[in-house]
């Protein structure tokens, strides 16, 4: 399997994080989803990332689809979502909100750091900074202090969460500093963050500024 994306992108290090937890093979081409967007076209008709290409050489786009792929190749036992359903919706519940607090920061600095001054929609900025405090309140409530979010074990709603948390707080420190430097507001979420981020499987698929 060859995983392409940088690992500054939220949803690439979600896959591999996944990938590194289920111990399976893969290699990992580093293009930019802007730099080399005429190469990333090549492996993903609409140009974004992560882009996964199977041993067979089916390509696999959207985080998402990736992980579900990921998932039923690991097998039930293996997987990183829970079997109880009340577990189950939690961790689903988490991992909406999760993602959209990273698809809201991506989406931020793109409003703000590579369009032209003279275009930035100051309304449409307002908005989704409201969605990006609003999201980090919702995952601060609803994480403990303490453990995993679903159980004794580690869900892909820890997965969500933790990459989010670590891209927002290495590329917004302009208006989430709190999350970076002291964790005062969001203390919960910076300890769970804190505690993923030790793993291994989360250290092999580390957060880089390129």
Not at 192 to 204: D, I, M, N, Q, S
Request: glycine share 6%.
């Amino acid at each position: 399997m060859i995983l392409t994306g940088q690992l500054d992108s939220p949803f690439v290090r979600r896959v591999a994080i996944a990938l590194n937890i289920y111990r399976i093979p893969y290699e990992h081409n580093v293009i930019s989803a802007y730099g080399d967007f005429s190469e990333l076209l090549t492996f993903n008709p609409l140009g974004k990332v992560p882009a996964l290409k199977l041993d067979d050489g089916t390509m696999l786009a959207d985080s998402s689809l990736i992980l579900d792929y990921l998932d039923r190749l690991a097998g039930l036992e293996e997987s990183l979502w829970p079997f109880a359903l009340p577990a189950r919706a939690k961790a689903l519940a988490h991992v909406g909100v999760a993602v959209g607090l990273a698809e809201k920061a991506v989406e931020f600095r793109t409003e703000t750091v590579r369009r032209p001054t003279d275009k930035i929609d100051r309304p449409r900025i307002e908005r989704v900074l409201a969605q990006i405090s609003s999201a980090l309140m919702w995952l601060e409530s609803h994480t403990s202090v303490n453990g995993f979010i679903a159980g004794e074990d580690i869900t892909h709603a820890d997965i969500a969460s933790a990459v989010a948390v670590t891209f927002v707080a290495n590329k917004n420190p302009e208006h989430l500093a709190q999350v970076k430097e002291t964790g005062e507001g969001y203390k919960n979420l910076v300890a769970h963050t804190g505690r993923c981020e030790a793993l291994e499987e989360f250290k092999a698929a580390a957060f880089m500024d390129y």
